[in-house]
Nanobody, 124 residues
């Protein structure tokens, strides 16, 4: 089971980025996939999660609702995180994580498979 996150970079306030999480070793539709982020000196926090089968989504933080969208392409075995109207406080390393389950729990420990992280920096 492997996950590989990509798409991070430097963007100005108000800009957009799309992160990708390419998965291999398992069928994407059988896993819940989440995005977490970790800013310097802070704990890792959940951003969004997309459930297996139904593809329904959960946004863990009110701060990203309406700005971020999680989606998946089963044919490409990839989950995306579209981030719009970015703010400096969105600056963090973003990780994708997977779990063999139907729910989207909030805690990082509930996800057993992790990608390596991609850095997003939003300049003011």
């Amino acid at each position: 089971v492997q996950l590989q996150a990509s798409g991070g970079g430097l963007v100005q306030t108000g800009g957009s980025l799309r992160l990708s999480c390419a998965v291999s070793g398992f069928t994407l539709d059988y896993y819940a996939i989440a995005w977490f982020r970790q800013a310097p000196g802070k704990e890792r926090e959940g951003v969004a999660c997309i459930r297996r089968y139904s593809g329904s989504s959960t946004y863990y933080s009110d701060s990203v609702k309406g700005r971020f969208t999680i989606s998946r392409d089963n044919a490409k075995n990839t989950v995306f995180l579209q981030m719009n109207s970015l703010k400096p406080e969105d600056t963090a390393v973003y990780y994708c994580a997977g779990r063999d389950g139907s729910s989207c729990p909030k805690g990082p420990r509930d996800f057993g498979s992790w990608g390596q992280g991609t850095l997003v920096t939003v300049s003011s």
